[in-house]
């Protein structure tokens, strides 16, 4: 019998705290989280979409229950100039498939359901406090956390605080990312009627779009725009890489990249007559594959952003479903540990193995070279949409002047670029995608 204060404490109320903590408790563990916000939720901030596959895992009828905004049914990817837009539009009825379906969320009710539930699971809750320090014991097995000048010991901490955790840096030893690999999110909240989102985006009752902006959104640096629309709002922002976007070179900051992207023509008759009610900025992992650090110590796992669980692939962006599938992880494998005896690193490897089976790992790791990719690959977001408008203008343009073949409009307009040098770009793109 353990003399510790709980079998397992859970740091942070996001996506994977809160289900590591559902999980942990639903298994008849004694739980604490310790969440830094005065409520789960107060300080989070999503685009927008969570795939629903590993909530469904965890909560199989998240439908009926879960606040969720709107099933995501039509995808939409626009390549941005100052002034022209190239959009795709699909739908589908595969998109509403279950098991691949996706949802627009808001974290404040989503994170505060996923709490409740884990409180009704029997997890006890401290909100409002952070935790400052892992405590460790002589032979530096994590045995607790320090948190608002109170020491709390368990069998196993799991350490569940997000992008940029300080306990992974000070108190676990893992390396702080490169700036290269975090990029700054900032968005904002724009009330409108349901039937108006309805009409702007040609939308069935109660269904929803995503929209992703590559190009101008970040002012041709690395990154892009979003747009999600909930039942009566819209989320609308921006993610761009700090290493870009926070140098010297860089005449626009961030916020005033937002300023703008809210008045291009493909975006400011969205937000038209809207009312902004909220306004948020949060860091984001993007480094992908190359930045996940160690996560299984004696004594402790790391799940979520935490451990760098994040992809940004341009038309996909997903964390959610990451943290999601990880906390249930890390909270199955700790039970294990804990009955086995066994916390050290070595008793707590089923999180690891589970991990790397899961889709978690394994996509990270298909997709490994995409940012490194992207971070090389200034010509998408500068001559790319350029030469797109270039392109569509020569296509849709009539003007009463005989007209040339198109292919002959159109390969001057890719040669200025050079043919070769666009199309071994496309071929290094496409090999990582
Ligand atoms: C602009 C932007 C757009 C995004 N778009 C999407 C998207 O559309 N789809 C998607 O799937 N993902 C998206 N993501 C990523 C996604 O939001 C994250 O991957 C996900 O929220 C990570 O969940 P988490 O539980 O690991 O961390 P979080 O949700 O950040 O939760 C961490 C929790 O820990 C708490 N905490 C932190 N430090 C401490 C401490 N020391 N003590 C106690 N508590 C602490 C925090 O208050 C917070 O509640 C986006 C992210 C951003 C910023």
Known sequence: MSDSDFDIIVVGSGCAGAVAAYVAASAGKSVLVVERGVYAGAKNMTGGRIYSHSLKEVFPDFEQEAPLERKITHERIAMTDPESAMTIDFTSPELAREGQDSYSVLRGPFDQWLAAKAEEAGAEYICGIAVEELMRDETSKVVGVRAGGDEITAEVVIVAEGVNSLLCERSLGNPRPKPSQMAVGIKEVFELPAQVIEDRFLLPEGEGAAMLFVGDATHGKV???????????????????????????????????????????????????????????????????????????????????????????????????????????????????????????????????????????????????????????????????????????????????????????????????????????????????
């Open 223 to 433: 990154g892009g725009g979003f747009l999600y629309t909930n039942k009566d709002s819209i989320s609308l922002g921006l993610v761009a890489t700090i290493s870009t976007a926070g140098d010297g070179d860089n005449p626009t900051p961030v916020y005033q990249m937002l300023a703008d992207f809210k008045e291009h023509p493909a975006v400011a008759p969205i937000i038209k007559g809207a009312k902004l009610v909220e306004h948020s900025g949060h860091m984001v992992p993007e480094g992908g594959y190359v930045m996940i650090p160690q996560y299984v110590f004696d004594g402790a796992l790391v799940a979520g952003e935490a451990a760098g669980l994040c992809m940004n692939m341009g038309y996909q962006v997903r964390g959610m479903d990451f943290a999601v599938a990880s906390g249930r992880m890390a909270a199955e494998a700790a039970c294990e540990a804990i009955d086995a005896g066994d916390v050290s690193a070595a008793g707590l490897a089923g999180y690891k193995q589970r991990m790397e089976d899961s889709f978690v790992i394994k996509d990270l790791a298909t997709f490994q070279k995409w940012p490194h990719v992207m971070e090389e690959w200034d010509a998408m977001f500068n001559d790319y949409p350029v030469m797109v408008r270039e392109i569509f203008n020569a296509m849709f343009c009539v003007d009463g002047q005989p007209q040339q073949p198109l292919r002959r409009r159109i390969m001057p307009i890719v040669k200025k670029r050079g043919l070769i040098k666009t199309a071994r770009e496309v071929r290094k793109a496409v090999s990582a995608l």
